[in-house]
């Protein structure tokens, strides 16, 4: 059974820090892409990060280029998103999703293209 934990969310000022971690089990780990959303009341879930399996190529939204990074650990199953000079706008459920549909340069961007998902953890960003 494939589990995604995620962890490390919670309430910081604007221009603070947080770092998510979301934990894997059930699926090889190695060769999945990987990446994160968010989703704010009232808006659609969006990409915010990937990570592809092999060269661990990575790709952001625009919004959060230059603030947030993504890595992975394949000897400890885990994904991460560290992410820095947070914005109010920046408050939302975090997800992380595994997308087990092959090679590409970069980890894909729609919702519907990922097999498993966690329960998501809050974000929240006070000015």
């Known amino acids: 059974q494939v589990q995604l934990v995620e962890s490390g969310g919670g309430l910081v000022q604007a221009g603070g820090s947080l770092r998510l971690s979301c934990a894997a089990s059930?699926?090889?780990?190695?060769?999945?892409?990987m990446a994160w959303f968010r989703q704010a009341p009232g808006k659609e879930r969006e990409f915010v990060a990937g990570?592809?399996?092999?060269?661990?190529?990575?790709n952001y939204a625009d919004s959060v280029k230059g603030r947030f990074t993504i890595s992975r650990d394949n000897a400890k199953n885990t994904v991460f998103l560290q992410m820095n000079s947070l914005k109010p706008e920046d408050a939302a459920i975090y997800y992380c999703?595994?997308?087990?549909?092959?090679?590409?340069?970069?980890?894909?961007?729609?919702?519907?293209?990922?097999?498993?998902w966690g329960q998501g953890t809050q974000v929240t960003v006070s000015s």
């Open positions: 999703a595994a997308d087990s549909g092959g090679r590409y340069v970069a980890a894909r961007r729609l919702p519907r293209q990922y097999d498993y």
């Open positions: 059930g699926l090889p780990f190695s060769y999945y892409a």
């Open positions: 990570i592809t399996w092999g060269d661990s190529s990575t």
